[in-house]
């Protein structure tokens, strides 16, 4: 099997869809050995910001001198991107080399007359194997969709850490946050610390029960310890304290205020660490944290105009980047590229972002789910007079390029399936 090969049956698996629950992908690693309790993982959930403290914690272990493994969904540009050893992603040939294993598995298990696995399941066994060929110390293991019954949620982390909780997927994680949050909370495991991003009090409350239930001590994030000494465009810098530990001066270059409260939670997580026995010195910290990257979301490309890259998916992301964009660009003129995938709360995200545009040029998402642009274009012509619809990625590209201000702002957003194929093709030009 090659790396085409490989890639044409992980993705041929996507039409056995998404069956939650921890069954079939218990039985697979079970037949692979188990290859997820040979390491330390820390388990990261949360409906926005779970990429970038999963990216954050994974380059603070990484300058504390670990072998550490990080597991991502989706990614952007290359599928070796979701699983990654040293900051390296996958080679080809090793990802080629254990899909063909884990493919015999597969088909032992259907020969028994048992379930598929899911596309997922099956790149989380992948992952989780590679993890243990290259003999990494730690994992940091980014949940699919959920927590509760994602296939992630078999290992047994030394720490859970759940981000931002808001609105998303409904349709299968229940539509009140309530019920969103009892999914994520479904990572907390019996008596494992889990570290909490400030939320909402519907979500707090359910997480609060949840980790009292399973005797879980749970570490809330200090939000008055934090201290903005600087927030600009790539850059930012702050003070973070929590319980006796002082974190002073910490440095950022993920742009955008949330991504401070991101930081506070990694940093939330690496004191909950060190309680544990993991020996992480300070100056891996600011190393890491200063190391730490994240693309397309709230990513500057080029200056010049700004080009910036954010795939605002979900009503939280678009109020965030609202937010971003009035505080950053204040006064610039701003081109729009937006596409977005029709199962998501299209109206929410239009709402929030086609106000701030001068001009909105609709395309689609590089994905079969993408919303029909002449739809889209109805609902951005509520909030922005200057709408075109061009369906062609790279077209929508030039023609925002011809219509952005000089000293503007080309702002591409919506969905991360237009945001990889932006990224792509304006980092290859």
């Not at 909780?165 to 909370?185: N, R, W």
């Not at 701003?334 to 001009?359: F, W």
């Amino acid at each position: 099997m090659n790396y085409e090969e490989a890639l044409k049956f992980i993705h041929s698996t996507y039409r056995f869809g998404s069956k939650l629950g921890l069954e079939n992908i218990k039985d697979l690693l079970r037949r692979l050995g188990n290859p997820h309790e040979r390491f330390g993982v820390v388990h990261v959930a949360g409906t926005n910001g779970k990429g970038s403290v999963t990216s954050m914690l994974t380059h603070v272990l990484h300058e504390a001198g670990y072998r550490v493994g990080m597991f991502i969904s989706p990614y952007l540009e290359r599928f070796t991107e979701r699983i990654q050893v040293g900051l390296k992603e996958i080679e080809p040939d090793a990802l080629a080399r254990i899909t063909e294993r884990v493919k015999e598995k597969v088909e032992g298990m259907v020969g028994e007359g048992k379930n598929h696995p899911t596309e997922f399941e099956i790149v989380t066994a992948i992952g989780f194997a590679y993890f243990a060929e290259m003999k990494v110390d730690y994992a940091v293991v980014e949940v699919g969709l959920g927590g509760r019954l994602d296939a992630t949620n078999v290992v047994d982390p030394l720490v859970s850490v759940i981000t931002s909780i808001s609105y998303d997927h409904m349709d299968v994680l229940g539509d009140t946050l309530e019920k969103i949050a009892a999914e994520k909370a479904g990572i907390i495991k019996q008596g494992r610390p889990v570290v909490t991003y400030p939320q909402h009090p519907e979500a707090m409350a359910v997480i609060q029960r949840v980790a009292q239930e399973r005797g879980a001590p749970l570490f809330e994030v200090n939000k008055d310890g934090i201290e903005v000494i600087t927030s600009e465009v790539g850059r930012q810098v702050f003070n973070y304290s929590f319980d006796e530990e002082r974190f002073p001066g910490v440095v950022i270059h993920l742009t955008g205020r949330h991504q401070i409260l991101n930081a506070a939670t990694a940093l939330t997580a690496v004191a909950v660490l060190r309680r544990q026995g993991v020996a992480i010195s300070d100056d891996a910290v600011y190393k890491g944290m200063e190391r730490a990257f994240w693309p397309g979301r709230l990513e500057v490309l080029r200056r010049q105009p700004f080009v910036v890259l954010d795939g605002a998916h979900n009503e939280s992301g678009a109020e965030v980047l609202a937010q971003a964009i009035k505080e950053y660009f204040v006064g610039k003129p701003v081109t729009l590229v937006i596409g977005i995938l029709r199962d998501k709360d299209v109206d929410a995200i239009v709402k929030r972002l086609c106000p701030l545009a001068d001009s909105v040029i609709v395309t689609r998402a590089d994905s079969p789910r993408t919303m029909d642009p002449a739809e889209l274009a109805v609902r951005a012509g509520r909030y922005c007079q200057d709408v075109v619809v061009e369906p062609d990625i790279e077209k929508a590209i030039a023609m925002g390029f011809s219509k952005v201000h000089p000293d503007g702002v080309l702002l591409f957003t919506g969905s991360l399936y237009l945001i990889g194929k932006v990224r792509g093709l304006l980092r290859s030009s």
